[in-house]
T-cell receptor
Framework: GENVEQHPSTLSVQEGDSAVIKCTYS??????FPWYKQELGKGPQLIID?????GEKKDQRIAVTLNKTAKHFSLHITETQPEDSAVYFC???????????FGAGTRLTVKP | DTGVSQNPRHKITKRGQNVTFRCDPI?????LYWYRQTLGQGPEFLTY????????KSRLLSDRFSAERPKGSFSTLEIQRTEQGDSAMYLC?????????????FGPGTRLTVL
């Protein structure tokens, strides 16, 4: 089955700096890669996703890149703000397969 | 608010008691998922429904766990004879279903504490 590894487990940046979180997956058949943000006491909130037919996707300060050959994908947050502080999870699945596997999470802290 | 809702948000129970959680998915979402999340980990898949049919169950779902979605709308997750190891956040998610986007939207979760 799919195995997703996520790095780093914690990340601290200064407000305004960029943050990068990386994930690798094991199943080359996986073709859907969402990223979720989870704040304390809340459920995961989808922030961006990418499918395997594209290599990059952007949404304002957030971007995700996918390298299918290397089986890794990354989340990039630019111009970080204190409200970006949260735990971020990557996930991987095969469209139509409902067993979506999550990484262990990255706790991002943005210092004002 | 038309997002996924879950009740209760918190549940404290004694070992050996039964508990039931409810999930209301986004309206017209055909698929409903249950996940378990323990501290410092990502969500782990438990089971999912396509309308009222339970189509897949994880090995994590022991026989003490049962889930239903009788009318293809809300779902319940029951844990019988709770154990301390059942303490976790139980998350529900929904998606539109086959042939449409499979993006999963999560509810706020039910935090279970078993004493």
């Amino acid at each position: 089955g799919e195995n997703v590894e996520q790095h780093p487990s914690t990340l601290s940046v200064q407000e305004g700096d960029s943050a990068v979180i990386k994930c690798t997956y094991s199943d080359s058949a996986s073709n859907y890669f969402p990223w979720y943000k989870q704040e304390l006491g809340k459920g995961p909130q989808l922030i961006i996703d990418i499918r395997s037919n594209v290599g990059e996707k952007k949404d304002q300060r957030i971007a995700v890149t996918l390298n299918k050959t290397a089986k890794h994908f990354s989340l990039h947050i630019t111009e970080t703000q204190p409200e970006d502080s949260a735990v971020y999870f990557c996930a991987a699945s095969l469209t139509g397969n409902n067993d979506m596997r999550f990484g262990a999470g990255t706790r991002l802290t943005v210092k004002p | 608010d038309t997002g996924v809702s879950q009740n209760p948000r918190h549940k404290i129970t004694k070992r050996g008691q039964n508990v039931t959680f409810r999930c209301d998915p986004i309206s017209e979402h055909n698929r409903l998922y249950w996940y378990r999340q323990t501290l410092g980990q990502g969500p782990e898949f438990l089971t999912y429904f396509q309308n009222e049919a339970q189509l897949e169950k994880s090995r994590l779902l022991s026989d003490r766990f049962s889930a239903e979605r009788p009318k293809g709308s809300f779902s319940t997750l029951e844990i019988q004879r709770t154990e301390q190891g059942d303490s976790a956040m139980y998350l529900c998610a929904s998606s539109q279903g086959p042939g449409r986007t499979d993006t999963q939207y999560f509810g706020p979760g039910t935090r279970l504490t078993v004493l």
